[in-house]
């Protein structure tokens, strides 16, 4: 939507600066008084309830909490894939409220990174293939970008798999070139759903270790959303969503 199509739940400026103080605006992931309905046959259901959160490259935050509790959606709003009912949203200085769906469409594949449960890999293309397709949305592959490439899957072990198609790979490897792919085009944020619900809790063990690690060297903000208390007790810092509000977890 445009400016001029905004939404009741789109924030103004004015609206930033008289928002809960308790929030950075000026934050990379900045949300203030945040809530999220949904209208259904049995009428209104507020999934998120005034969720403050801010949070900066370098940071690694897990988010746990129940079934249901929100926490995907939560996600979403982050990454530009659903909008908010009412408060204020700030990704890397940008109000997605004020954005075009192809600009929404362009911000979020050069800033964000994906990893879901599945990995989505495209069973006809090679390990390499995969890993470089956020590129052909945008500026188009390159020597560099191919190497950078090679580098990732080099980075997690996978330098003898680049020709493999994903029928070839076991789980966690397939889940290791998602993780390449959400880094390849360099993104200041990475978003994680559920990164190690389909492994066994070896292989989620190293997954987790793994996407810890990447994030740090290559400074990136990471937020996480899972079940497991396990993964969720390797990140410094951790939240739950509960009743809609999110808390820290000490």
């Known amino acids: 939507m445009t400016e001029s199509q905004e939404s009741p739940s789109a924030v103004t400026e004015s609206d930033a600066n008289s928002s809960d103080a308790s929030t950075n605006l000026s934050a990379d992931v900045a ?30 935050l897990a988010i746990t909490g129940p079934s249901g509790s929100g926490k995907s959606t939560l996600l979403y709003i982050i990454g530009l894939l659903d909008e908010v009912t009412g408060g204020n949203v700030r990704v890397l200085g940008s109000n997605p409220a004020s954005m075009s769906e192809s600009e929404l469409a362009k911000f979020r594949n050069e800033h964000i990174g994906f990893i ?13 293939e995969n890993v470089l397709i956020p590129l052909l949305a945008g500026k188009g592959v390159d020597d560099a970008d191919e190497q950078r490439a090679r580098d990732l899957l080099t980075r997690v072990g996978l330098a003898e798999r680049v020709t493999h198609r994903p029928a070839q790979l076991s789980g966690g490897e397939r889940q290791r070139v998602a993780v390449c792919r959400a880094l390849i085009n ?4 990475l978003l994680a759903d559920e990164p190690t619900g ?7 063990d190293a997954v987790g270790d793994l996407l810890l690690e990447l994030s740090r060297e290559e400074n990136v903000l990471l937020i996480c959303v899972t079940h497991s208390v396990d993964l ?16 820290p977890v000490v």
């Open 31 to 60: 949300l203030s008084g945040l809530s999220k309905d949904f209208t259904g046959a049995a009428g209104q259901l507020s999934i998120l309830r005034r969720v403050d959160l801010g949070l900066n490259r370098g940071d690694a």
């Open 116 to 128: 879901f449960q599945d990995h989505h890999l495209l069973p006809q293309c090679t390990v390499l």
């Open 186 to 189: 360099q993104p200041e944020i």
């Open 198 to 204: 389909n492994l066994d809790r070896a292989t989620a």
């Open 232 to 247: 969720a007790g390797r990140f410094p810092k951790h939240m739950e969503l509960r009743d809609g509000r999110l808390e």
